[in-house]
């Protein structure tokens, strides 16, 4: 299932894809689909559409702000924790990010306090004050 929206107007509705094409153009990941459409909703050939399509679903995840995940240069991921009044190096792996968030698939339970402000200049073991 997919949602479309027609910009400038209020007209929202869900629909289907019927057919996804098996090329992917190389210059810009691009490929075609279609979508069934109901033309007893008002709309006019060539008219724009926004496309809504979920690619991604988890019941449960860990999700953290993109900008606090930084890379050693080794290429491994690691973002910083509070542990007490220290900090902590925690190397995660992340998958997908979207809308300055991503999803942490390793590394993190959930529930952990984060570095956001300073979390460039940090260092490990340095010591902090959680500020709400």
């Known amino acids: 299932m997919v949602k479309v929206q027609i910009p400038g107007s209020d007209n929202k509705f869900e629909s289907s894809i019927e057919t996804v094409g ?23 050939p060539n008219q724009l559409a926004k496309i809504h399509v979920r690619d991604f679903v988890l019941d449960s995840a860990v999700i953290v702000p993109s900008r606090v995940i930084q890379q050693n240069r080794k290429g491994e991921q690691f973002l910083f924790v509070v ?4 900090v902590e190096k925690k190397f995660i792996t992340s998958d ?9 698939r390793e590394g ?3 529930g952990e306090i984060l570095v956001d402000k300073g979390s ?10 959680v500020v709400q």
Do not use: H, M
């Open 83 to 86: 542990n007490g009044d220290k």
């Open 96 to 104: 997908w990010s979207y809308e300055g968030s991503a999803y942490v």
């Open 108 to 110: 993190l339970v959930g």
């Open 120 to 129: 460039r200049s940090v260092q490990e073991q340095e010591q902090v004050k």
């Open 22 to 44: 098996a090329f992917i153009n190389p210059n810009n990941r691009t490929f075609k689909a279609t979508i069934k459409l109901d033309n007893g909703r008002g709309l006019k």
